[in-house]
């Protein structure tokens, strides 16, 4: 495949929040090396750019992109329920895969893993060309993303905060290339999962500039601190933009990508007392410091399944007998997750005051989306703390939209994360491009009983950890033990068959159905249940059918693979 170095970059949405740095400049191997700009795919039709005048009156898109948050934590944001109360709201929303990169590259792309090929979060040595920004780019993912044909198409796109894994800068070394489809790019490194110094980008002449973002030192004031807190940064970079363009006449598309409520990376804190999960500092004291709940209130009572016993979630062999179990490691303590989940709620809280922002800023022509890369588990169903399962806590994330037609309430259709490149590119008057799997959301903005889809498909490639992965150093062998599968998901069940043979060219399938019409948890593996045979054996053949969908890179896909959600 052919290779291309410039044009604009940053594939991953966040909340953010600027704060005063100083731009750097180099030689070399500094800051403001360039290539040149990569051309866009040709699947990107020109053809179909309007006059200006027609351009101008297409709507604005914002789109924020949470980290690692799951659906425990909805309840403490306010911006979430009012976008409930005012816009559309999508209860059985999915990833492709619980896992950031994997499940950015599909975002992007409208794209399921297997055409893609970004399977895992890095490209360490075990797992070389699967995952990461190598992996996405060498797959050519950077040209078929919708920003891409949206820019074509006389938006303004801009990018602030959280990328892709890999997609870094190291002092001494080049920047990265940058990528197609961006007109403002700010990237923030992944060193600001501490929360502090780190370093993000701005684009210049179609060449990538480096801008420093130190931290106080530890006798700084709180308030200070806070000014300089990665969430803080990404955020009034983000209303800068907002507020730039809001007055402008052409339409322009923002995606906000935070870093909240992911745990910082490092054994070691940046201040002194900063918990796995760091907050701004405003937010770690006080009766309502996790949002709209206090946080003595939020308890395992708000993790379902946890405490629930593992054995019967054990896989089971095609013919019914017990397979492997892969889930087997300490079950993560009481304590410890009611602390991680309230300090996940207060870290959540720089996120929700953002989206407040946005939400008052925004003119009546531009829609707001909030959504997330993927969910967390905090020790439900026998599991310590991390992603990468096809559970609910792990894989259903929310979905919010406001913006002009938008009619208020949930909708039924079943959606996955690859319906909004198609979204975005409807919404701008554009043909979804033939290789997106995803289907569109716009008609359902207007219709909420509308129900064209009630099924969504997971891919899973195991994760070899080397030490690189951002979780490793807090999950350990968390997503390590995460065995390959594929699943389908509806509104009521989930069907996953897991691969329980690590081997490379073996495979071991063992199966897992669950039922979610009494519980909100996988409480019991009823593959083998003579009462579940009808609703397993439907789900099977959509599996079956599933398999057969084979297309990668620019291929268009098949109406019959259209249709397998249907």
Known sequence: MRRFRGAVAGVCLLVLTACGATSGSGGPDGPDDAVPPRTPSSASAVAELEPAAARAK??????????????????????????????????????????????????????????????????????????????????????????????????????????????????????????????????????????????????????????????????????????????????????????????????????????????????????????????????????????????RKLTVDDLPGFGDQRRDNR????????????????????????????????????????????????????????????????????????????????????????????LPGPRREVTSNIDLAPTFEELAGLTPAPFRSGLSLVPTLSRPALVRQSYAFLEHTQQTLTGNDPDAAFTGSELDRIPSFTAVRSRTALLARFDLDPRRGKVRWGYEYYSYRKNRFEKRNSFAATSRRDEVAALLAKLAAFDGCRESGDQPVSAACRSVRR
């Open 315 to 406: 896989p089971r062999l095609a013919n019914g007998k017990q397979a492997r179990a892969w889930n087997t490691v300490r079950t993560l303590p009481v304590a410890a997750a009611v602390r991680d989940l309230r300090d996940r709620a207060r870290m959540a809280q720089s996120a929700d005051r953002l989206v407040s922002r946005i939400l008052r800023t925004v003119g009546p022509n531009t829609y707001v989306v909030l959504t997330s890369d993927n969910g967390f588990h905090l020790g439900q169903n026998g599991m310590g703390r991390g992603k990468g399962t096809p559970y609910d806590t792990d894989v259903r994330v929310p979905l919010l939209v406001t913006g002009p037609g938008v």
């Open 58 to 295: 297409r709507p604005n898109i914002v789109v924020v992109m949470l980290d690692d948050f799951s659906m425990d934590l909805v309840q403490t944001m306010r911006s979430v329920q009012r976008m409930r109360r005012t816009g559309a709201s999508y209860p059985h929303s999915f990833v492709t895969d619980s896992l950031c990169c994997v499940s950015r590259s599909s975002f992007f792309t409208g794209q399921y893993p297997h055409q893609t090929g970004v399977r895992t979060n890095t490209s360490n040595s075990g797992t070389s060309g699967l995952g990461g920004w190598p992996a996405y780019d060498t797959n050519g993912n950077p040209e078929r993303a919708f920003n891409v044909r949206l820019q074509e198409a006389g938006y303004h796109t801009g990018f602030v905060g959280k990328f892709l894994n890999e997609y870094e800068w190291v002092a001494g070394r080049a920047l990265p290339p940058v990528v197609p489809g961006w007109t403002t790019f700010n990237t923030v490194f992944g060193s600001a999962y501490d929360g502090w110094d780190f370093a993000s980008t701005t684009l210049a002449g179609q060449r990538l500039q480096l801008v420093q973002h130190p931290a106080p030192p530890a006798s700084a004031s709180n308030a200070a601190k806070d000014k300089a807190y990665a969430g803080t940064v990404i955020g009034d970079l983000a209303m800068d933009f907002v507020t730039a363009h809001e007055a402008s006449d052409a339409p322009y598309f923002l995606e906000v990508s935070l870093y909240a409520p992911h745990n910082r990376v490092n054994p070691e804190p940046h201040y002194a007392g900063d918990p796995l999960f760091p907050p701004m500092f405003r937010d770690r004291t006080g009766p309502r410091s996790c949002g709209r709940v206090a946080c």
